[in-house]
T-cell receptor
Framework: DAGITQSPRHKVTETGTPVTLRCHQT?????MYWYRQDPGHGLRLIHY???????DKGEVSDGYSVSRSKTEDFLLTLESATSSQTSVYFC????????????FGPGTRLTVL | SQQGEEDPQALSIQEGENATMNCSYK?????LQWYRQNSGRGLVHLIL?????REKHSGRLRVTLDTSKKSSSLLITASRAADTASYFC???????????FGAGTTVTVRA
């Protein structure tokens, strides 16, 4: 158990509303990631963080922002949700043990109507 | 863009048979990893092979890496119903803490 929780686990929202997803880790690891998973695309990196207040964009960052004010929490915000952001969102951590293995949370299923 | 591509997209086998799936990638890598995802769950790390390794074993898993062909294969021997899942390869580059995932292979093991 990597000690990663995500909240909420399921959310239905309407187009144009802001949405924030939370990822929480219990072990204070430096690297955290947000991915989205869509059929036929595997996992695509949205944003990642390499420390408190240190974040960078991934390959599909448009329409998303992140914040990390504490080591244990990494927030993903959809500023104005669109139907194309309907997806399953996964948070992951890297324990920094040298080989880049990542440990994943249980996922958040987001539906934008 | 994604680095890895798995082949086949889907695989159906009988319990007890072996399952083989392949991953091809585009640019030089530092490590290649394989992950499993059971339906409705997060990904779980299975095995990692470094760019200077050619083969690695872990239980019923065997991974090979051919850097000249930019490809890897994952073999699951004596498959069980519990091996039913999607399998993803992921690559990284030196001094980079990001992973690039393929689209995955869905394996169904029939009883």
């Amino acid at each position: 158990d990597a000690g990663i929780t995500q909240s909420p686990r399921h959310k239905v929202t309407e187009t144009g509303t802001p949405v924030t997803l939370r990822c929480h880790q219990t072990e204070n690891h430096r690297y955290m990631y947000w991915y989205r998973q869509d059929p036929g695309h595997g996992l695509r990196l949205i944003h990642y963080s390499y420390g408190v207040k240190d974040t960078d964009k991934g390959e599909v960052s448009d329409g998303y922002s992140v914040s990390r004010s504490k080591t244990e929490d990494f927030l993903l915000t959809l500023e104005s949700a669109t139907s194309s952001q309907t997806s399953v969102y996964f948070c992951a951590i890297n324990k920094g043990q040298g080989y880049n293995e990542q440990f994943f949370g249980p996922g958040t299923r987001l539906t934008v109507l | 863009s994604q680095q890895g591509e798995e082949d086949p997209q889907a695989l159906s086998i009988q319990e007890g048979e072996n399952a083989t799936m392949n991953c091809s990638y585009k640019t030089s890598i530092n490590n290649l990893q394989w992950y499993r995802q059971n339906s409705g769950r997060g990904l779980v790390h299975l095995i990692l092979i470094r760019s200077n390794e050619r083969e690695k074993h872990s239980g019923r898993l065997r991974v090979t890496l051919d850097t000249s062909k930019k490809s890897s294969s994952l073999l699951i021997t004596a498959s069980r119903a519990a091996d039913t899942a999607s399998y993803f390869c992921a690559t990284d580059r030196a001094d980079d803490y990001k992973l690039s995932f393929g689209a995955g292979t869905t394996v169904t093991v029939r009883a």
